[in-house]
């Protein structure tokens, strides 16, 4: 069974703060990894996207990737109270990076950010 | 563009009767995705269409649940009969093709009661 776990939260920052969120994958074969943000009833929406081991930097944002742990991270620079929201971690087993296979989530990792 | 449409947006049900969900998919996406969400079991792909055709229907929990995409711009999931355990909410996705890595756009998700 291909899992992706995540902590639950909830996960409370001051405003300002750096908020970092954790996410481990089971299938070492995984390709590609996502962040997606969830606001309280609405839909998962976009915000990162990392293939290669190392850091990428968007913004307020740097997603995490270490490949030989298992492990993928993000990292929100300088929260905000609109930053609150569900941040869901899904991962890509496809054979082929580029395929579209099956997208896996983790359960969410709920952030709070006190003003 | 408009983004992924799903109707309807709330469905509340008597135990027993028929279900039917609807999505309509960004122009030129490839890809179909159908979701589940819940509070105990986070946000799972029930099936998945490329070009129309049913790729995986792993996830589709039990016979009463059912999904067609007759055309490029329309889909549907059916439950008959509906029980109270499928309340949940359920998104629609869409994606362009391989090269995409992925990227999927929600609908806004329609929310299921079933008395």
């Known amino acids: 069974q291909k899992e992706v776990e995540q902590n639950s939260g909830p996960l409370s920052v001051p405003e300002g703060a750096i908020a970092s969120l954790n996410c481990t994958y089971s299938d070492r074969g995984s390709q590609s990894f996502f962040w997606y943000r969830q606001y309280s009833g609405k839909s998962p929406e976009l915000i990162m996207s990392i293939y290669s081991n190392g850091d990428k930097e968007d913004g307020r944002f740097t997603a995490q990737l270490n490949k030989a742990s298992q492990y993928v991270s993000l990292l929100i620079r300088d929260s905000q109270p609109s930053d609150s929201a569900t941040y869901l971690c899904a991962v890509n087993t496809g054979e082929d990076g580029g395929s579209q296979g099956n997208l896996i989530f983790g359960k969410g990792t709920k952030l709070s950010v006190k003003p | 563009d408009a983004g992924v449409i799903q109707s309807p947006r709330h469905e509340v049900t008597e135990m027993g009767q028929e279900v039917t969900l609807r999505c309509k998919p960004i122009?030129?996406?490839?890809?179909l995705f159908w979701y589940r969400q819940t509070m105990m079991r986070g946000l799972e792909l029930l099936i998945y269409?490329?070009?129309?055709?049913?790729?995986?229907d792993s996830g589709m929990p039990e016979d009463r649940f059912s999904a067609k995409m007759p055309n490029a711009s329309f889909s549907t999931l059916k439950i008959q009969p509906s029980e109270p355990r499928d309340s949940a909410v359920y998104f629609c996705?869409?994606?362009?093709?391989?090269?995409?890595?992925?990227?999927?756009?929600f609908g806004p998700g329609t929310r299921l009661t079933v008395l």
């Open positions: 269409f490329n070009n129309n055709v049913p790729i995986d």
């Open positions: 996705a869409s994606s362009l093709d391989p090269s995409s890595y992925n990227e999927q756009f």
């Open positions: 122009s030129g996406h490839d890809y």
